[in-house]
């Protein structure tokens, strides 16, 4: 018996952990990620929680609380598939939801250290902070951190580095950094309007603000309407991609419900290399 990829069993395990959770029915026959006054909403994410054999009945749970449990499975998935990839990305890492709603989180991390004395500056000037606003706030749900490396291990197998060259590097830990941002994933359990723009200044504040390499910056999200999904998957400069919980159960849905205008458009943005499923991201994340 040929033994399952590991990929699509944690996809799987992915899926039974919302179903247990998050992606739930209401007595209505309401899925919880569909907008219940948009029929269309209604009906797709119906037949993707029915390919997902949705088991579970209840009422639809606070949109907090739905965010914050969508956030920790979306962070237990990458964990369980992204710390398997050390032959093609080796590092030491870390993958966390982030707890609580610190501002100034991001500045543990080597890119955006300086954002401390940033922030110092603007408390003590109000002009400043007029100026500033909160262009440099910054809070992803997970963050995907590579801790530095000691000198014993840049020098393996062969001697690369000394104390005369390569003083300045941000991933020798000799130099006193502080650990690298790898990737910033924002969770977002449905789309409106609000939540693409948040997404997307949040993105825009994560390229403008650093200093070095920048993190990958996604988003994953279970909004069943691809014109919704549009509003935050097309177009470039901000978001390197947008992952759907269910890319093929969508696809297969829109197909059997015959929705050829909703099947096009999320075609565009699936050929267009803006949309791709949940199982694509931890290789992603290995580039």
């Not at 710390?83 to 991001?106: A, C, F, M, T, Y």
């Not at 408390?123 to 992803?140: V, W």
């Not at 200044?201 to 990958?216: D, I, M």
Request: proline residues 3%; glycine residues 6%.
């Amino acid at each position: 018996m040929t033994e399952r990829a590991h990929f699509v069993s944690a996809r799987k395990a992915f899926h039974a952990k919302l179903l247990e959770s998050t992606l739930t029915i209401n007595s209505t026959g309401v899925v919880s990620n569909a907008d219940s006054s948009n029929r269309t909403s209604k009906a797709i994410a119906a037949g993707i929680a029915d390919l997902l054999q949705a088991q579970t009945i209840g009422e639809r749970i606070a949109g907090q609380t739905s965010g914050n449990q969508f956030e920790q499975t979306c962070a237990d998935f990458v964990q369980q598939t992204f710390l398997e990839l050390g032959h093609l990305r080796p590092g030491q890492w870390d993958v966390h939801q982030v707890s609580g709603r610190n501002r100034l989180k991001i500045a543990e991390y080597e890119q955006y250290a300086h954002l401390v004395a940033l922030d110092r500056a603007a408390k003590s000037d109000t002009e400043l902070a007029a100026a500033l606003g909160s262009d440099y706030t910054i809070t992803p749900d997970i963050v995907v951190v590579r801790d530095l490396e000691e000198d014993g291990v840049i020098n393996h197998p062969l001697p690369l580095v000394d104390n005369t060259v390569c003083r300045l590097a941000s991933l020798r830990k000799l130099n006193g950094g502080r650990p690298l941002l790898h990737a910033s994933i924002s969770c977002k359990w449905t789309i409106r309007s609000d939540r693409a723009q948040n997404a997307r200044s949040e993105a825009l504040n994560l390229v403008r603000n650093r200093k070095g390499r920048l993190p990958h910056i996604v988003v994953v999200t279970a909004e069943p309407t691809p014109s919704r999904l549009a509003s935050i998957a097309l177009g470039t400069g901000d978001i390197d991609c947008v992952y759907h919980f269910a890319l093929y159960e969508l696809q297969k849905t829109l197909q059997s419900l015959g929705m050829d205008d909703a099947a096009d458009l999320l075609a565009v943005m699936v050929d267009g290399k803006r949309l791709k499923d949940i199982s694509d991201l931890p290789l992603d994340l290995a580039i």
